[in-house]
């Protein structure tokens, strides 16, 4: 069993991993292929100091999300109180899923003509930027939806090997079922 859960423990976290440089690498083909991002240049007053410090939370999110499935899966994160690897494991796992699954429930809410102005109450114009998008800005969209919607997969299924495995290794793991 422990051989098992440890095994499942590393394949999660890796594939946790995984999705987070599949992650970046889509940012990298918004930007090549000039999809918009959000600029504080394009701002003022309060809205650019705004964007500026959520730009920063984004980065240091990146730098956690990518460290954080090695730190399961690695002998390093060991160092690191379960309950911070954990805490930090599932508050991923609950924003990725609820970015991803809003998203995706938006697109088809608005796609479909059931609310044609979304959950959020915008137009697509006023999601995309345009009144007529182009196949690849809807692809794009919608892909960037679904990808958030498994990275809060990955991080649920390694949130739960590595609580997992870390309750056997404490004798633990019979009572906690």
């Known amino acids: ?5 440890l095994r499942a423990n590393r394949r999660t976290a890796y594939f946790a ?4 440089m599949a ?5 990298a083909v918004w930007y090549v292929t000039g999809l918009g991002f959000p600029s504080a240049s394009d701002q003022h007053g309060a809205e650019r100091a705004a964007v500026q410090v959520f730009s920063l939370i984004v ?9 954080l499935p090695l730190a399961l899966a ?3 994160g060991r160092r690191i109180p379960r309950w911070m690897l954990l805490s930090a494991a599932w508050t991923g796992a609950v924003l990725l899923a609820a970015r991803g699954v809003s998203g995706v429930g938006d697109d088809l809410v608005r796609v479909t003509g059931i609310l044609p102005k979304g959950f959020t109450g915008l ?3 006023q999601t995309l930027g345009t009144s007529h998008p182009s196949f690849w800005c809807l692809f794009a969209s919608g892909a960037t939806d679904v990808l958030f919607t498994v990275g809060g997969l990955a ?3 390694a949130a739960r090997a590595y609580r997992r495995v870390t309750l056997a290794s404490h004798g633990r793991e019979a009572t906690e079922r």
Request: net charge negative; charged share 10%.
């Open 59 to 67: 980065v240091l999110m990146v730098i956690v999300g990518a460290l």
């Open 123 to 125: 137009t697509t114009a």
């Open 23 to 27: 992650f970046l690498a889509w940012h």
């Open 74 to 76: 690695q002998p390093w």
């Open 1 to 5: 069993m422990r051989d098992d859960a």
């Open 155 to 157: 991080f649920v299924l």
């Open 17 to 20: 991993f995984a999705w987070v």
